[in-house]
């Protein structure tokens, strides 16, 4: 009996530690935060680079990763950052095709359909993998983890999971949160009357005016009944909202977002005309590019010739300009690049002082 009310209890926390996180994913911040960064990473322009120049032409695995056709790079690049921002792990699985038997297409797995196979000498390290039923050799594969806090384990958790005790607590008061509002919270008013009632008196004159309220008449009050406002927001209520703030920046803290680029309530201040372009870069430089872009970098550099490698071009974003895609992205592979335009420039004309000398 006591074995079972244990294990009864288990299963109630790790629920509960479940439901926290999935509360947390659920919340705007969260979501903005990880678009934030799929759609940052995906707009930028893709190359190849072999000992510091770049190699042209593009090869194809970075013009159009995927092998369905209907998939352009930058949804490729897209599911990649979102695989990583919301599992902690980027699972790719390689077409291989060809003689050289190097990668010609890949597909960005569904982590959720994923799992290791584990070696037994080494539990840190896999001999395969299994995707939706499916067991993949571990060549088949390429797999880049987010964060490797537990070394004896092949994959890495989910951002969220990983600070899984503090949005425990955190994921409480959104829930708290949201019982106050929805169950009416601290009315703004109170009806209020001069003798005292019994129960069945107050029911039914609250019955009334509800019924009122919500048919959108107004309520008459007569017989010594009155209205009373009660000032809101209370303490309890700033303490409230204090938290729920706290839970967004703890967030955009994880995703490593200054509040500003999230448009966060926070006291660092918000984004101006003057400190825009440092904030982007900044974040750039601290978080998106090492933490983010870098993988998906590691991810395709793998299925590259050896002495090449994948690198984000992030020049138009650290110089606040336009992203455009590259121009192997904008034709189909193996097209030329479109001639430029005639010269239709019509000649000046040529002026007296030109012809004379004079």
Same mark, same amino acid.
């Given at each position: 009996?006591?074995?079972?009310?244990?294990? !009864?209890?288990?299963?109630?926390?790790?629920?509960?530690?479940?439901?926290?996180?999935?509360?947390?994913?659920?919340?705007?911040?969260?979501?903005?935060?990880?678009?934030?960064?799929?759609?940052?990473?995906?707009?930028?322009?893709?190359?190849?680079? &072999?000992?510091?120049?770049?190699?042209?032409?593009?090869?194809?695995? +970075?013009?159009? *990763?995927?092998?369905?056709?209907?998939?352009?790079?930058? @949804?490729?690049?897209? &599911?990649?950052?979102?695989?990583?921002?919301?599992?902690?792990?980027?699972?790719?699985?390689?077409? &291989?095709? /060809?003689?050289?038997?190097? $990668?010609?297409?890949?597909?960005?797995?569904?982590?959720?359909?994923?799992?290791?196979? =584990?070696? $037994?000498?080494? *539990?840190?390290?896999?001999?395969?993998?299994?995707?939706?039923?499916?067991?993949?050799? !571990?060549?088949?594969?390429?797999?880049?983890?987010?964060?490797?806090?537990?070394?004896? %384990?092949?994959?890495?958790?989910?951002?969220?999971?990983?600070?899984?005790?503090?949005?425990?607590? +955190? !994921?409480?008061?959104?829930?708290?949160?949201?019982?106050?509002?929805?169950?009416?919270? %601290?009315? =703004?008013?109170?009806?209020?009357?001069?003798? @005292?009632?019994?129960? /069945?008196?107050?029911?039914?004159?609250? /019955?009334?005016?509800?019924?009122? @309220?919500?048919?959108? @008449?107004?309520?008459?009050? #007569?017989?010594?009944?009155?209205?009373?406002?009660?000032?809101?927001?209370?303490?309890?209520?700033? +303490?409230?909202?204090?938290?729920?703030?706290?839970?967004?920046?703890?967030?955009?803290?994880?995703?490593?977002?200054?509040?500003?680029?999230?448009?966060?309530?926070?006291?660092?201040?918000?984004?101006?005309y003057s400190n825009t372009q440092d904030e982007v870069r900044r974040w750039l430089s601290l978080s998106l590019y090492p933490t983010w872009l870098a993988r998906v970098e590691?991810?395709?550099?793998?299925?590259?010739?050896?002495?090449?490698?994948?690198?984000?071009?992030?020049?138009?974003?650290?110089?606040?300009?336009?992203?455009?895609?590259?121009?192997?992205?904008? &034709? $189909? #592979? /193996?097209?030329?690049?479109?001639?430029?335009?005639?010269?239709?420039?019509? *000649?000046?004309? =040529?002026?007296?002082?030109?012809?004379?000398?004079?």
């Amino acid at each position: 009996m006591l074995q079972d009310a244990v294990v !009864a209890r288990l299963e109630e926390v790790v629920a509960g530690r479940f439901l926290s996180t999935a509360t947390v994913a659920s919340l705007p911040v969260t979501v903005a935060a990880r678009a934030l960064i799929a759609d940052v990473g995906a707009s930028l322009p893709i190359v190849a680079a &072999r000992d510091g120049a770049p190699v042209t032409p593009t090869p194809s695995l +970075l013009v159009r *990763p995927d092998p369905d056709p209907a998939v352009s790079r930058r @949804r490729w690049v897209h &599911r990649s950052l979102m695989s990583l921002s919301g599992w902690g792990n980027l699972y790719v699985h390689a077409t &291989r095709i /060809g003689a050289n038997d190097w $990668p010609l297409a890949a597909d960005v797995m569904v982590p959720q359909q994923t799992a290791p196979i =584990p070696d $037994p000498s080494w *539990p840190w390290r896999t001999i395969g993998w299994t995707y939706a039923g499916v067991q993949l050799a !571990a060549a088949d594969v390429v797999h880049v983890p987010l964060w490797e806090l537990d070394l004896s %384990k092949p994959t890495a958790p989910a951002p969220l999971a990983a600070c899984q005790e503090a949005f425990d607590n +955190l !994921a409480a008061l959104w829930a708290m949160a949201t019982a106050y509002w929805t169950d009416g919270g %601290k009315p =703004p008013y109170a009806l209020t009357y001069p003798s @005292r009632l019994t129960s /069945g008196q107050a029911n039914e004159a609250l /019955g009334d005016w509800i019924t009122a @309220r919500q048919a959108a @008449r107004p309520g008459v009050l #007569t017989g010594g009944w009155a209205l009373q406002d009660i000032a809101t927001p209370t303490a309890a209520d700033a +303490l409230l909202l204090d938290g729920l703030a706290y839970i967004d920046q703890e967030v955009g803290r994880v995703y490593g977002i200054t509040p500003s680029l999230l448009n966060l309530r926070a006291e660092t201040g918000a984004l101006t005309y003057s400190n825009t372009q440092d904030e982007v870069r900044r974040w750039l430089s601290l978080s998106l590019y090492p933490t983010w872009l870098a993988r998906v970098e590691d991810a395709l550099t793998a299925m590259l010739p050896a002495g090449q490698q994948a690198l984000f071009d992030t020049t138009g974003l650290g110089g606040m300009g336009l992203v455009r895609p590259g121009l192997d992205e904008a &034709r $189909p #592979t /193996g097209e030329a690049p479109p001639a430029p335009p005639p010269d239709t420039t019509i *000649p000046p004309a =040529p002026t007296m002082a030109g012809v004379g000398g004079a």
